[in-house]
């Protein structure tokens, strides 16, 4: 039984290494240009708009995403004609309107986008505190026993510690 445990594993491992090693062959016989550097470094910087990620045409994890893959195309097809990463942009911007952008521009209202949630979290400071100073109850008085309790320890804690506050060497 061994023997044959050690000829399956043998078989389990020489499978998975023959997999591994075929999953390495497209990668290395071609490069898909809708995956070039140049392509994805466009692609970082306009959104994905096919509803079912937040992320960017460079980055779209979706398999033959309905909006990623033909954008990648028109990027491609941009590159090959010579255009630069800035005229592509601006071109997809101007037929397709800001909201092509994967970041708001930092300009104009795209600039209060990228302020108004350090804005919003100061006035949630303020309007906190204002809550909790307006109602904030006194502390209550402490009964006899409590501050009976309170001196003991009290005691207890200045004999251990000594007169002058430090502890004592033993």
């Known amino acids: ?10 078989r389990l491992l020489t499978a998975f290494a023959a997999v591994l090693a ?7 016989i071609a490069q ?13 910087r ?3 708009r096919c509803g079912g990620c937040r992320n960017s045409v460079g980055t779209c994890p979706m398999i033959h995403c309905e909006f990623g893959d033909p954008m990648r195309q028109r990027i491609f097809k941009m590159t090959q004609a ?8 601006n071109t997809i911007v101007r037929e397709d309107g800001i909201v092509a952008l994967a ?3 930092a300009s104009g ?3 209060f986008t990228w302020v108004m949630p350090g804005i919003a979290l100061v006035i949630g400071f303020f309007v906190y505190s204002a809550y909790v100073r307006r109602h904030r109850k006194a502390p209550e008085q402490m009964t006899a026993s409590e501050q009976a309790v309170l001196d003991r320890f009290s005691s207890q804690i200045d ?4 007169e002058d506050g430090e502890v004592p060497q033993k």
């Open 46 to 48: 306009l959104a994905c």
């Open 159 to 162: 004999r251990e510690l000594g």
């Open 109 to 111: 209202w795209g600039l």
């Open 1 to 10: 039984m061994p023997q044959n445990l050690r000829q399956w594993n043998l």
């Open 103 to 105: 970041a708001p521009p």
């Open 82 to 89: 010579g255009m630069s990463d800035d005229e592509i942009v």
């Open 22 to 28: 075929l999953s390495f062959i497209p990668a290395l």
């Open 32 to 44: 898909d240009p809708l995956t070039s550097p140049a392509v994805l470094r466009v692609g970082q």
